[in-house]
């Protein structure tokens, strides 16, 4: 707690030289030791109230507030992952992950993925599946750990067994519409071509490009699973830039290198909320005054 005027308390010191030096001289004498008694504690009672209603006024004047730091709500990135659930993201046997025993591409490529979300505090992240069709599955949150779960979860197929890449796309451009985000960026990642779907590659690029966003591309196998071109043109296209992994190691590597090129410099504002709380010592000073008042035309308080 700090006081918006804190020199009022000065006031308290001519109130004390005031108490010392004009002092009201009072004759009367009470021989009577009960009317003497009563008249002892009526002037204490009625200093107590006096002094506790001027300090409190005084505290009142010095305006006591507190602040607290307002969170920022404007994240410096939001970031929307775009994962493929096609039928060609699971393969247990030779190929892409072929040194993963017991695990598919699909599931690594999850958990990687999971984990770069984890790692974006402070940043909006949102997560779009597509197959036959794309579509939303986590809007824009700060729950990190919420999105990395659910995309922990999701299965293949569940979109369809086609690639609607395009679709997918187009669909991040309208997810990221009314994000304040300093920087929009989107991460598409896919080991096939586009084959299904209704929105043409030069529309989902008029839609990206509208929303200044930054696509980056990463494709997942050896050369000819994916469509290396249409993921470079995108890329370039958008201001991002495209990768390829050939495995779990290089895709963990790939997702360090989107996150050095979506780090921000941009420092947010500090915003405070202001409380005040000058209404409780005048509540209180108000009060002692009329108790004062009271005992000095001696009603029953």
Known sequence: M???YPFVFFIILIFLIC?????????????NLFRYDTKFRKKYLLEFFKWLGIVSLIFALANPITKTMQ????????????????????????????????????????????SYIKQRQGDNVGLIVF?????????????????????????QGVAGDKTAMYDALFLSA???????????AVILLTDGFNTSGNIPLQAALRAVKSENIKVFTIGIGTEGEFDAQAL??????????????????GLKQVYEKIDKLQKSEVKADEK??????????????????????????GRKI
């Not at 579509?135 to 999105?147: I, K, R, W």
Request: one cysteine or more.
């Open 174 to 184: 309208r997810l990221l519409r009314h994000s304040k985000a300093k920087q929009k």
């Open 71 to 114: 969170e920022n709500k404007n994240p410096a990135h939001s970031v929307v992952l775009l994962m493929d659930t096609s039928k060609s993201m699971v393969q247990t046997q030779g190929g892409f992950f072929a040194r993963s025993v017991h695990s598919d591409k699909f599931d690594k490529a999850k958990k990687i993925a999971a």
């Open 131 to 155: 197959g036959d069709f794309a579509y939303v599955a986590s809007p824009l949150s700060f729950d990190h750990v919420s999105t990395a779960s659910l995309l922990e979860h999701i299965k």
């Open 19 to 31: 108490a010392f030096t004009c002092k009201v001289k009072n004759a009367t004498l009470y021989m």
């Open 232 to 249: 470079s043109y995108i890329a370039k296209q958008s201001g991002g830039k495209f990768f390829y992994a050939l495995d779990a190691d």
């Open 272 to 297: 405070f909320i202001t409380k005040y709380w000058y209404m409780y010592p005048l509540l209180l000073s108000i009060s002692c005054f009329f108790l004062y008042i009271l005992i000095l035309r």
């Open 2 to 4: 700090e006081f918006k």
